[in-house]
């Protein structure tokens, strides 16, 4: 800024390369020296800073909320980086349009102030001869939060872009340009440069017939190596634009009787629009005969494709001996039966014509009027499905890239260089829910995660090394080796099992077999309650006290308690295993402790399994109680088999 001040000088230009001010014993000391003092080391001062900064970089706040329906903007306080120094801008709240590129950011305004302006700047020691004089006077700059297109006066430096109310997002306070351009490429060096921290995921709002709004949640993530953050969620507008292909005279059958209203349903959906429907349908018309014989008389119709009936009272005309229809016209010069000039006649014919469909959805429409097995042939539109990509860039820009529309498994557009991926949209323009959102972006993976990772992966390496070791030595282990009979007792696969074997194979080991008989408990008395271990009644709390007494059912009003009937044991379960050498009962007994192991094996057998044919034989026992003394028990019958019953009281 050129300051236009009496008796101000200064001297410095960077270009002379001055380095300080080298006051000289004797010499009057003059003020552009002091002037120049000042302009030296804020020159200094600020190529330092701009190694690391630039205009516009946030330091501290700085935050922006737009309310993206009426503009309604509000800026935070902030500390920005501004022409070598970091200034203090405070809060404001401004209108901005809500379509269109705008830029916000800060205004610089620079004043000089003397003592016609601000009194204090006056000479304040009292009893000095300078007192109450004036002194040196002040450059004053002031911030203030702006729009790029205010008519304002000063300089405007930029630091958010908004597009159509949505603000672009920016790298997260501070903002240190000169070490973020080394930590990007260190990032990208060692990492892609292209992740997402947390956060930031797509998600459909809704849609209209212009626009489709979408949401993507605060977050933070590296682009290109440079750190992106949205501290909350944004809002997206995109254009509601599917790609359109136009079908001509797609055929349908109408198949009801008497041109009774038919639904007709697109063979491509969702229907953009209906364009034309051509169906065929049939009138009888009365037709008045020229006036002279021979004449051709003209149908009301246009499209006719089909005579059916020429008729007159009781007499019926027949095609080519009485008349010929060509170019839409009866003409009777044929030497046959043809009506009187000037009478009327009536002609039944079937004709093409397009009609209004009734019922219009993205799926078809009904239809009504047509011949029954003629065709309808339908002309619309339809929309392509389509997938885009979602990506941003380092400077937070959001941008829709638009896939190659295909009617099956249309392809994305991958991101360019430099973008980062955050999602697809896979559209198929249905009116209930147009897009389906697939969140794409590569999320970093934490510290404790990974080494989870690396733990199951050490894991699943020792059980590959384990079946190999075991696929190795079955592998190894054939039946013969050098005339040595070699069996690793896996499983019976050497044996002979048609031979009788007194020997089992379990869990690796030839051991003697185990044989053992079932036998079932016998309750006895004890049917009524459950079967424990000996015990001894403790009393432990004990109710003495009582309040009355009072009779139960006093007048009998419910029916006597029904006897009841146990069976021991109640229910059977049982396993029959055929086997040859023992080994399934001495495994089942070995878990017991007998053959405990430490660790655990996976063994491969040929297992037959089927249904029993017969229930094995058991002896069963009733016990029957609940009748009463005058009622006798005559017979019991258990499956078709009367039982004996001995009588107790």
């Known amino acids: 800024m050129t300051i236009n001040l009496s008796n101000h000088y200064n001297r410095f230009n960077p270009a002379d390369g001055d380095e300080a001010i080298l006051f000289r014993a004797g010499r009057g000391l003059q003020s552009p020296e002091l002037n120049e003092m000042q302009s030296i080391r804020e020159h200094q001062l600020k190529r330092i800073a701009d190694q690391f900064m630039v205009d516009g970089s946030i330091q501290s706040g700085g935050a922006i909320v737009i309310d993206q329906d009426t503009g309604a903007t509000t800026c935070a306080t902030a500390e920005i980086y501004l ?103 260190y990032d990208r060096d060692n990492n892609g ?155 039944t014919y079937k004709y093409i014509t397009q009609v209004v469909p009734t019922d219009v959805d993205e799926r078809g429409f009904s239809v009504e009027g047509a011949v029954e097995g003629s065709l309808i042939l339908v002309d619309y539109q339809w929309r392509l499905p389509r997938t885009d990509t979602i990506t941003i860039d380092r400077e937070g820009k959001i941008t829709r890239i638009k896939g190659m529309p295909r009617r099956f498994n249309p392809k994305p557009t991958p991101a360019p260089t430099g973008q980062l991926e955050l999602a697809q949209l896979l559209h198929n323009w249905f009116d209930d829910k147009p897009t389906n959102v697939n969140n794409t972006a590569i999320a970093a993976v934490a510290m404790g995660t990974l080494q989870d990772m690396r733990s199951d992966i050490f894991d699943l390496y020792d059980l590959v090394a384990i079946e190999r070791l075991r696929s190795e030595a079955i592998a190894t282990a054939p039946t013969a080796t050098r005339g040595v009979f070699v069996d690793p007792f896996q499983n019976d696969s050497m044996r002979d099992l048609g031979q009788a074997q007194t020997a089992a ?40 006290a009582r309040t009355g007494i009072m009779k139960i059912n006093p007048y009998a009003a419910f029916d006597p308690i029904p006897a009841s009937v146990t069976l021991m044991p109640p229910v059977d379960i049982w396993t029959d295993t055929e086997t040859v050498n023992g080994a399934d009962v001495t495994r089942d007994f070995g878990g017991g402790g007998l053959l405990s192991r430490t660790t655990e094996t996976i063994e491969r057998r040929t297992i037959g399994v089927k249904a029993a044919e017969y229930l094995r034989p058991i002896t069963i026992k009733f016990n029957i109680e609940g009748f009463r003394p005058d009622e006798p028990l005559r017979n019991v019958i258990f499956d078709g088999i009367e039982i004996n019953v001995e009588a107790q009281s």
């Open 83 to 185: 022409r070598g120094r970091i200034r203090d801008v405070a809060e404001r709240q401004m209108i901005i349009p809500i379509l269109g590129d705008v830029q916000i950011g800060v205004w610089l305004t620079e004043s000089v102030v003397t003592e016609l302006e601000d009194p204090t700047l006056r000479d304040p020691a009292e009893g000095a001869r300078n007192y109450d004089e004036p002194g040196a006077a002040r450059l004053r700059i002031h911030a203030e939060w702006g729009l790029s297109n205010d008519d304002h006066t000063g300089n405007f430096y930029r630091v958010y872009d908004v597009e159509n109310a949505v603000l672009k997002i920016k790298s997260a306070p501070p903002d240190m340009t000169g070490f973020n351009n080394a930590l990007a490429r």
């Open 193 to 347: 440069g292209h992740y997402i921290i947390h956060g930031l995921d797509v998600i459909y709002n809704s849609h209209d017939d212009i626009n489709e709004t979408y949401s993507i949640r605060e977050g933070k993530a590296h682009v290109f190596g440079y750190e992106i953050e949205l501290p909350t969620s944004l809002r997206l507008r995109f254009p509601f634009d599917p790609d359109l292909q136009t079908i001509l005279s797609e055929p349908h059958q109408f198949n009801n009787p008497d041109g009774a209203k038919q639904r007709v349903n697109i063979d491509r959906t969702p229907v953009h629009d209906i364009r034309k429907v051509d169906i065929t349908k049939q009138v009888t018309q009365t037709i008045i005969h020229g006036s002279y014989s021979g004449v051709a008389d003209a149908l009301p119709d246009d499209a006719v494709i089909e005579i059916v009936k020429v008729k007159q009272s009781a007499t019926t005309y027949n095609k080519t001996t009485d008349y010929i229809f060509s170019g839409g016209l009866i003409d009777w010069s044929p030497a046959g039966n043809e009506p009187a000039p000037g009478s009327s006649y009536e002609v």
């Open 505 to 544: 194979i379990v869990d690796g080991e030839l051991m003697l077999p185990i044989h053992a008989d079932v036998h079932s408990l016998d309750a006895g008395d004890l049917a009524s309650r459950p079967i424990t271990l000996p015990y001894r009644d403790v009393l432990i709390i004990e109710q003495l």
